[in-house]
């Protein structure tokens, strides 16, 4: 499996509309962060998690012409508000297959009224198959996808476990009984937000600790706001197994 950073940023990207902040204003590529999504391929196959608002130029930069579906992990603006720029690929493949914790599905039929319309719909309106997804395993083609609860504040929220790879992004904090699915992983992805703390977010010293506690052969870090300083910075001062991601970034577990 491949796994490909869309975004790294969190709710508002890098750089923030019109500021001043150092970080905003960096010249380097590292420093410049889409709303946070990943990209999963094996074999013939290609996810994406989370649909943010940077969805299409995520697309566009990534050269992608065929996607098998959607899986999201929560209902806020940043990892879902991409998702009627799906029509390119519901015009070539008719479709696609949206992957939704059972807990927002009516949030996003709310937000998306158009999209789920089963009368009188836009002809030109993106079409989704809708696949409620529940705590407990799912297959996606042969490989099993282990959700995994967490609180963001105080929203339960799901990552996504696939093999010995993790993605849990907008997380604070976790129930032991959930924490078990996370055991033996290779790579983890975290998000850690600043370097204060924030009510519903990990900074970098609690992600820190959540990596030490599971211990992850390698970890990377996301959902990053400016806030937590230069890209080229951070990263020399974390442990030796935990990388800041940024945005293109390929990993193979
Ligand atoms: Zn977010
Ligand atoms: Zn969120």
Request: with cysteine; glycine share 6%; charged share 25%.
């Amino acid at each position: 499996m491949k796994i490909t950073f869309l975004g790294t940023g969190t709710s508002q990207g890098i750089p923030i509309i019109g500021s001043k902040h150092p970080v905003c204003l960096s010249d380097n590529i590292k420093d410049k962060r889409l709303r946070s999504s990943i990209m999963l391929e094996w074999s013939d196959f290609r996810y994406i998690i989370d649909c943010g608002a940077d969805f299409r130029q995520q697309m566009l930069r990534e050269n992608i012409d065929q996607i098998d579906g959607i899986i999201f992990t929560h209902e806020h603006a940043d990892h879902t508000a991409g998702l009627d720029d799906i029509r390119p690929f519901c015009h070539r493949q008719g479709a696609i297959p949206i992957y939704v914790p059972e807990r927002i599905v009516a949030n996003l039929k709310y937000r998306f009224d158009y999209i789920f319309k089963k009368k009188e719909r836009y002809p030109g309106a993106p079409s989704v198959a809708l696949k409620t997804v529940y705590n407990k395993p799912f297959m996606l083609h042969a490989k099993e996808v282990l959700p995994i609860e967490f609180l963001h504040g105080k929203l339960p929220i799901f990552g996504y476990r696939i093999d010995d790879f993790a993605y849990l992004t907008d997380f604070k904090s976790i129930e032991a009984s959930e924490k078990e699915k996370l055991s033996n992983l290779d790579i983890l992805v975290l998000s850690a937000l600043r370097i204060e703390p924030h009510a519903t977010h990990l900074n970098l010293d609690e992600a820190l600790k959540v990596i030490e506690d599971l211990q992850p052969k390698k970890a990377y870090l996301t959902h990053i706001s400016h806030k937590l300083g230069f890209h080229a910075e951070v990263q020399k001062e974390l442990p030796a197994n935990v990388f800041l991601a940024y945005d293109g970034l390929q990993i193979q577990p």
